[in-house]
């Protein structure tokens, strides 16, 4: 069964950095997808970034809203993706969630939640102004 587990939440001024990390465990990710959703309060979980990995050529998208202050990178010895955050902004507070589509169906990473099969536990990021 595949565990994804997220850490590297917490709070900061705005401004700010954090870098978030998500491991899997459970299989050897080949020909796949990570991604980082977030969800703030009433509102729907959205888009934020995702990955190819076990791949050759690590393909990213991103969210129109962090393009140039967020970076998603991989270590696919680790099976481990990162979020690199920086200049935050209060906007940005959520409960961000890593997802993972265990075999890539596409030629770019999706950006649909629904195309993802598994997910973690989720992580707070709060952005103080």
């Known amino acids: 069964q595949v565990q ?3 850490s ?3 709070l900061v001024q705005a401004g700010g950095s954090l870098r978030l990390s998500c491991a899997a465990s459970g299989r050897t990710l080949r020909n796949a997808a990570m991604g980082w959703f977030r969800q703030a309060p009433g509102k729907e979980r ?6 190819k990995v076990g791949t050759t050529v690590g393909t990213t998208v991103y969210a129109d809203s962090v ?7 991989r270590d696919n010895a680790k099976n481990t993706v990162y979020l ?3 200049s935050l902004k209060p906007e940005d507070t959520a409960v961000y969630y890593c997802a993972l589509q265990s075999t890539l169906r596409f030629g770019i990473p999706p950006q649909r939640r629904y195309d993802y099969d598994y997910w973690g536990q989720g992580t707070q990021v709060t952005v103080s102004s």
């Open 4 to 6: 994804l587990v997220e």
């Open 8 to 10: 590297g939440g917490g």
């Open 46 to 51: 959205e888009f934020v970034a995702a990955i």
């Open 67 to 73: 393009k140039g202050r967020f970076t998603i990178s």
């Open 84 to 86: 690199q955050m920086n």
